[in-house]
Nanobody, 115 residues
């Protein structure tokens, strides 16, 4: 059974940076596509970034040029480096693993951007 654990969130000032991590276990990480989503209070969950099993990437418009998704298959971990953070980036950030029609979610890590 796939298990995802996110970490790296916290409080950061506008313009600051954070690196989120999502550790994957319970299956063959190399075969999975991985994504980051976020959900702010009172808002719907939204896509942030995607990295395929072949390390192809895709980003939401709001993340392009500021966020970078990467994966380390030796550590079964996907990362999200976030630069130039804005107050509107404040949300719970969740990791998603996708293989075929099978989807698994982590519990999330909170990111708060505030002065």
């Amino acid at each position: 059974q796939v298990h995802l654990v996110e970490s790296g969130g916290g409080l950061v000032q506008p313009g600051g940076s954070l690196v989120l991590s999502c550790v994957f276990s319970g299956a063959s990480f190399n075969s999975y596509s991985m994504s980051w989503y976020r959900q702010a209070p009172g808002k719907e969950r939204e896509f942030v970034a995607f990295i395929g099993a072949g390390s192809d990437t895709n980003y939401a418009t709001s993340a392009k040029g500021r966020f970078t998704i990467s994966r380390d298959n030796t550590k079964s971990t996907v990362y999200l480096r976030m630069n130039s953070l804005r107050p509107e980036d404040t949300a719970m950030y969740l990791c998603r693993a996708l293989y075929g029609t099978t989807s698994n979610w982590g519990q999330g890590t909170q990111v708060t951007v505030s002065s």
